[in-house]
């Protein structure tokens, strides 16, 4: 196992940290080009992949296999790097701005903390918008209406394409990257360095990475681990956790006591392409939208068409 500092943050400390190398001098030199050129807004051809860009460019296989292609299988979440270069310069460009991070309470306090500050009698959770007519009514699944001046589907795209065009929800698209994440409570060990990104560059076995968490929240003397995996998706939740334990006790050894499978999520439909740049968030003068697939899908598209689609909004009522 090799371990190693970030080289979007610190590409010499990366360079030294490594005693076995995994990469080439031009390796680095490619790295360091691309990392000033996103940085500094010069964009490569964005319809091509990032694998066909990885090739093309001229990295090693080495460091292709070993770092860039199970790093970046996790960024995506699918191992065939065939996400397109425009999601791939956004994402560079964020590891270039700043720190990556998990909120300590999970990804959901960012959707918590934008709610809490709406007066709760403006805020309905926990049901399912059906339909939305002409006139602006809002049907939810308990058979309850709302209507609105004026509406915004911030739903994802499956639901928004229904919501909005009736189109049906089409789950068997190339379009969507599948993969599973699990979590297991184990003991604590030192020797298991928490916050660490483990990579499997092995090309073997079905974990694709891993981290070891900690928190104050957690059982004393517990940690978890977060693992997420690309194949053998179809196996039966304990059947899969079994092999993943497995895979896990052949890297850490006997690190790993006392495991607990806490959850399993399965990711069935995480965009990995998105025509729509333009920010056409209109369909009406009353019926907008907004999300991560009016761009390059994440969480600062889904932020930033929100803000757009208010502003546009705000404008019309003046
Ligand atoms: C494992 C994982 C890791 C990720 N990591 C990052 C990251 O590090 N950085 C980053 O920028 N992005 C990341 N993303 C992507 C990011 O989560 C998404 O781009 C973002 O959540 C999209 O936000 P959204 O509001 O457009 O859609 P969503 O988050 O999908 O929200 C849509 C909401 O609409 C609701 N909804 C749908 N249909 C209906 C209906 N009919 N009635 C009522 N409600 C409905 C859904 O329940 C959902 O709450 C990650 C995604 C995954 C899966």
Same mark, same amino acid.
């Given at each position: 196992?090799?371990?190693?500092?970030?080289?979007?943050?610190?590409?010499?400390?990366?360079?030294?940290?490594?005693?076995?190398?995994?990469?080439?001098?031009?390796?680095?030199?490619?790295?360091?080009?691309?990392?000033?050129?996103?940085?500094?807004?010069?964009?490569?051809?964005?319809?091509?992949?990032?694998?066909?860009?990885?090739?093309?460019?001229?990295?090693?296989?080495?460091?292709?296999?070993?770092?860039?292609?199970?790093?970046?299988?996790?960024?995506?979440?699918?191992?065939?790097?065939?996400?397109?270069?425009?999601?791939?310069?956004?994402?560079?460009?964020?590891?270039?701005?700043?720190?990556?991070?998990?909120?300590?309470?999970?990804?959901?306090?960012?959707?918590?903390?934008?709610?809490?500050?709406?007066?709760?009698?403006?805020?309905?959770?926990?049901?399912?918008?059906?339909?939305?007519?002409?006139?602006?009514?809002?049907?939810?699944?308990?058979?309850?209406?709302?209507?609105?001046?004026?509406?915004?589907?911030?739903?994802?795209?499956?639901?928004?394409?229904?919501?909005?065009?009736?189109?049906?929800?089409?789950?068997?698209?190339?379009?969507?990257?599948?993969?599973?994440?699990?979590?297991?409570?184990?003991?604590?060990?030192?020797?298991?360095?928490?916050?660490?990104?483990?990579?499997?560059?092995?090309?073997?076995?079905?974990?694709?990475?891993?981290?070891?968490?900690?928190?104050?929240?957690?059982?004393?003397?517990?940690?978890?681990?977060?693992?997420?995996?690309?194949?053998? +998706?179809?196996?039966?939740?304990?059947?899969?956790?079994?092999?993943?334990?497995?895979?896990?006790?052949?890297?850490?050894?006997?690190?790993?006591?006392?495991?607990?499978?806490?959850?399993?999520?399965?990711?069935?439909?995480?965009?990995?392409?998105?025509?729509?740049?333009?920010?056409? +968030?209109?369909?009406?003068?009353?019926?907008?939208?907004?999300?991560?697939?009016?761009?390059?899908?994440?969480?600062?598209?889904?932020?930033?068409?929100?803000?757009?689609?208010?502003?546009?909004?705000?404008?019309?009522?003046?």
């Amino acid at each position: 196992m090799l371990i190693f500092a970030n080289p979007f943050e610190n590409i010499l400390d990366f360079a030294k940290g490594i005693k076995t190398p995994i990469f080439t001098i031009k390796d680095l030199f490619l790295l360091g080009v691309i990392y000033l050129r996103i940085k500094f807004n010069f964009k490569y051809y964005e319809n091509t992949t990032v694998h066909t860009f990885f090739s093309k460019i001229g990295f090693s296989k080495k460091f292709i296999s070993l770092f860039l292609k199970p790093f970046f299988s996790g960024v995506f979440l699918e191992n065939q790097l065939r996400t397109k270069m425009n999601k791939f310069q956004e994402v560079f460009k964020s590891f270039t701005d700043g720190n990556v991070f998990i909120p300590s309470d999970g990804i959901n306090s960012l959707a918590q903390q934008i709610a809490k500050n709406i007066p709760k009698k403006n805020i309905i959770l926990g049901k399912e918008v059906v339909s939305i007519s002409i006139d602006n009514i809002v049907s939810t699944i308990d058979k309850s209406k709302y209507s609105a001046k004026i509406i915004v589907i911030a739903a994802d795209k499956l639901n928004f394409e229904y919501l909005a065009y009736r189109k049906k929800r089409n789950l068997i698209s190339s379009n969507f990257n599948k993969s599973k994440t699990l979590y297991f409570s184990i003991d604590d060990n030192p020797e298991l360095k928490k916050f660490y990104l483990y990579l499997n560059g092995s090309n073997e076995g079905i974990i694709n990475n891993l981290i070891f968490l900690r928190n104050e929240k957690y059982p004393k003397g517990k940690i978890i681990t977060s693992i997420t995996i690309f194949k053998s +998706l179809e196996l039966q939740q304990d059947v899969l956790a079994k092999k993943v334990i497995k895979e896990l006790k052949l890297i850490f050894g006997d690190k790993i006591k006392n495991h607990k499978l806490i959850e399993i999520f399965s990711i069935k439909e995480l965009i990995n392409s998105s025509i729509n740049h333009k920010y056409n +968030l209109c369909i009406s003068n009353n019926l907008y939208f907004c999300g991560e697939h009016c761009g390059v899908a994440s969480l600062n598209t889904a932020l930033k068409t929100g803000r757009l689609a208010a502003e546009r909004i705000i404008e019309l009522k003046k």
